[in-house]
């Protein structure tokens, strides 16, 4: 396993529960909650802390969809 993804797991860890509330929305106001996860990424000033950020959504459950277009979004 690599720094970076011990590192992701740490966060990813950390965000579940998060992660977990949002998806359980069943009625989200954006396809795949991209409104919810541009809102978590937008904290980030850099490209690479928003990218590591946003494999440990992904890597918590977040929905793929919803922060790739976040993702694209910045």
């Known amino acids: 396993m690599t720094e970076i993804d011990k590192i992701v797991e740490s966060i990813a860890d950390d965000i579940r529960p998060e ?8 009625n989200p106001t954006t396809k795949g909650n991209y409104g919810k996860y541009l809102q ?10 928003r ?3 946003a494999l440990a959504l992904i890597k918590a459950g977040a929905n793929q969809y919803g922060v790739k277009a976040a993702l694209k979004l910045f």
């Open 19 to 26: 992660v977990q509330s949002i998806e359980a929305n069943k």
């Open 40 to 49: 978590l990424l937008g904290i980030f000033d850099d490209t690479a802390s």
């Open 51 to 53: 990218n590591v950020y």
